[in-house]
T-cell receptor
Framework: AQSVTQLGSHVSVSEGALVLLRCNYS??????LFWYVQYPNQGLQLLLK??????LVKGINGFEAEFKKSETSFHLTKPSAHMSDAAEYFC?????????????FGAGTRLFVKA | EAGVAQSPRYKIIEKRQSVAFWCNPI?????LYWYQQILGQGPKLLIQ????????DSQLPKDRFSAERLKGVDSTLKIQPAKLEDSAVYLC??????????FGQGTRLTVV
């Protein structure tokens, strides 16, 4: 069974400050891990993904995440927040089963960026 | 490459009415997902198709929800009769042979 926990339903940072969004997962098999971003009235857009290659994954818009197996974590970071980063962020875990991959999403973290 | 297309974008209906949503996945994607996203929550998988076969519908309220994917391409999700708690965004996604899913813009359903 898989599950995803995102710590903090809301995170607020100042423009130019470090962004850290936390995600912990559980999976009985080696997982694939994802971060998606959702802007108002839009679908989900992939930020980055971990697929068992490098543990430090770089994504779009300056975001990156590090897979830490010992901590079962996949936290998302960005060195310097921009106003346009304000959105909802979802961590997801996926594993392959009968009929394809099954993906479970966390509850989401809303990022606020203050000027 | 065209993305996942969904229609309508918005729908308002009264409780006990029926509604249908349509999804056209990315060409060649064998797997199609329907997710329900209630305000303030993450997407919850309702049903997953592999080509035109159902591989997971464990969280689909089958007494009122139904979905089909005839010919293994586009799909329709239906709710009949709708309840107030069905108010949500319904997201369609598709994927090929890897786990990365591509999402449509969603259909926002309001049941009054």
């Amino acid at each position: 069974a898989q599950s995803v926990t995102q710590l903090g339903s809301h995170v607020s940072v100042s423009e130019g400050a470090l962004v850290l969004l936390r995600c912990n997962y559980s999976s009985s098999v080696p997982p694939y891990l994802f971060w998606y971003v959702q802007y108002p009235n839009q679908g989900l857009q992939l930020l980055l993904k971990y697929t068992s290659a490098a543990t430090l994954v770089k994504g779009i818009n300056g975001f990156e995440a590090e897979f830490k197996k010992s901590e079962t974590s996949f936290h998302l970071t960005k060195p310097s927040a921009h106003m346009s980063d304000a959105a909802e962020y979802f961590c997801a875990v996926s594993s392959e089963g009968t009929g394809g991959f099954k993906t479970i999403f966390g509850a989401g973290t809303r990022l606020f960026v203050k000027a | 490459e065209a993305g996942v297309a969904q229609s309508p974008r918005y729908k308002i209906i009264e409780k006990r009415q029926s509604v249908a949503f349509w999804c056209n996945p990315i060409s060649g994607h064998a797997t199609l997902y329907w997710y329900q996203q209630i305000l303030g929550q993450g997407p919850k998988l309702l049903i997953q198709f592999q080509n035109n076969g159902v591989v997971d519908d464990s969280q689909l309220p089958k007494d009122r929800f139904s979905a089909e994917r005839l010919k293994g391409v586009d799909s329709t999700l239906k709710i009949q009769p709708a309840k107030l708690e069905d108010s949500a965004v319904y997201l369609c996604a598709s994927s090929s042979l890897d786990p990365e899913a591509f999402f449509g813009q969603g259909t926002r359903l309001t049941v009054v």
